[in-house]
């Protein structure tokens, strides 16, 4: 009997730490993930060295980078990928955020579990405490935008998104990003963040990078005419060249006479088709395809500048800009179908020449921000810090409400759940204060990240949040 008894607990056991087995690896899975990307967080978060499957090096402290290049194998690991892709997809940046915040909460899930609480249990907790934590954040706002088209009142907001991620430009950067943001701001639609273009141009420093409403093009010009001011311009998405016919045709030539007499007329049609554009008073075109060199001759001599832009997707964003429309062959265009330019010029920007499209009306569709740098590596961090400026933005056209940064909304947080914890009856409870407690783990990230010491910054900041007046805005000062 003894011996029986021995084998059914043993059975018990063994069934009981299986499935324990699978979601304690599964927790772990998560937490790693977690412990990998923490210490890119914050102002002073260390960038990492990512290379990817394809050997391509990336140096960023951008989580949504870094997790995009991992190759994460694990099921549950993928699902925090997943839900941290899905706020770069909505917000566009905190993705750091939701990882932190997942991570640390399934790692107090690890205590709970082994206390003795089943899953069921800490599940009904945490989402007593999620919704609390929605009350909660309503009340904590510190600062409402007023103007989302003022420029003064945007750049707080987006100096903290790139802050985080370019230490020391963030003052220059916001600025900028601020300037291309209210240029294009629409007062009728929503706000599009793929109306704020970045060229990047290797050399100079990070400070020398501009804002110009319009559009840039790292392209030479096809005609002898680099510069055209108040420009009618036409664009083709085929070749600007003569069309070819669709069956082999041949010509019998007796004569030198009709030789001659054949390549003069084809001189006239090319002439003709180019003067009708000329007589439009089109000063400008734009080919999504090859340019021929008859058609350039005839250009240049009626004084048209010849763009050449190789991707369709360019030739969308510039139709858009100088509010134009494609000709899909080569058709003299409507009034309707011109678009218009306030300056379109050949320039050199460090030893780079690119093509710019510059308009100075009040609101253009388009701005485009040249970002310079000495690597390619600096000039893409700078990028992604402007993407999540440009990002911010955006979710301020739709709220303009605003929470206090540097870790104090998260301490708040904890000690208004805390109690809420320690006010619900029943096995819910322990889960609840475990949730507050999730929180703390950002204030101690900053700390650690800063070099500070982390229990010390985490006892002072629950010292001052006791401060009924002006407690909820006290963050760390890094």
């Known amino acids: 009997t003894g011996l029986k008894a021995n084998e059914e607990s043993s059975g018990i056991n063994a069934e009981y730490g299986g499935m324990h087995e699978a979601v304690f690896s599964n927790l772990e899975a998560c937490t790693e993930l977690y412990k990998t990307i923490k210490t890119c967080y914050g102002p002073k978060g260390l960038n990492k060295m990512v290379i990817n499957h394809l050997s391509k090096l990336f140096v960023t402290n951008d989580a949504a980078t870094i997790i995009k290049e991992l190759e994460v194998q694990h099921p549950a690991a993928k699902m925090i990928v997943l839900a941290s892709q899905q706020q770069e997809a ?3 940046d905190g993705t750091n955020f939701v990882m932190i915040l997942a991570g640390s909460l399934l790692e107090k899930a690890i205590d709970l579990l ?3 609480l089943s899953p069921s249990e800490v599940i009904k907790g945490y989402e007593m405490a999620g919704e609390k934590c929605l009350e909660i954040l309503e009340t904590l706002v510190c600062h409402t935008a007023k103007d989302v088209k003022n420029k003064e009142s945007v750049i707080p907001i987006v100096k903290t998104a790139v802050g985080s991620k370019q230490n020391g430009y963030e003052d220059f950067l916001a600025e900028l990003i601020a300037d291309s943001c209210s240029k294009i701001m629409p007062t009728q639609r929503t706000f599009n963040v793929d109306n704020v273009r970045t060229c990047k141009i290797l050399g100079s420093g990070v400070l020398a990078s501009t804002c110009l409403q319009g559009m840039v093009f790292k392209r030479n010009v096809e005609s002898d005419i680099t510069s055209v001011k108040d420009a009618k311009i036409a664009v083709y998405s085929c070749p600007f060249d003569i069309g070819t016919t669709e069956t082999k045709g041949t010509v019998l030539i007796k004569t030198a006479d009709e030789l001659q007499q054949f390549s003069v007329d084809e001189e006239k049609l090319v002439e003709n088709s ?9 000063t400008c075109i734009v080919s999504g395809g090859k340019v021929g060199d008859m058609m350039l001759h005839f250009a240049n001599k009626f004084n048209i500048m010849v763009v050449r832009l190789m991707s369709k997707w360019d030739l969308r964003r510039l139709c858009k800009s100088i509010n134009a429309t494609a000709l899909p062959n080569m058709t003299p265009p409507t009034q309707e179908e ?3 330019c306030s300056l379109v010029s050949l320039e050199e ?8 499209f510059r308009q100075e009306r009040e609101e253009s569709a388009m701005s485009t921000i040249i970002i310079r740098g000495s690597t390619d590596n600096i000039m893409d961090d700078i990028e992604r810090a402007i993407d999540d400026g440009v990002n911010s933005v955006k979710v301020l056209t739709r709220d303009q409400r605003c ?12 000690k208004q759940i805390m109690t809420f914890g320690e006010q619900t009856p029943g096995m819910e409870q322990y889960a609840i204060k ?12 900053l700390a650690e990240n800063t070099g500070l010491k982390a229990n010390e910054v985490l006892a002072k900041m629950y010292n001052a949040h006791q401060d009924p007046v002006s407690g909820m805005n006290s963050g760390i000062n890094l």
């Open 90 to 92: 909505e917000c566009g």
């Open 114 to 116: 082994e206390c003795g």
């Open 274 to 282: 180019v003067k009708a554009l000329a007589d439009l008073g089109i």
């Open 338 to 340: 011109i678009g218009f």
């Open 349 to 356: 920007v460090g030893d780079t020449t690119v093509v710019s």
């Open 403 to 414: 929470l206090p940064g540097a870790a104090a909304t998260e301490i708040e947080l904890a």
């Open 434 to 445: 475990k949730f507050a407690e999730a929180f703390e783990v950002f204030p101690k990230i």
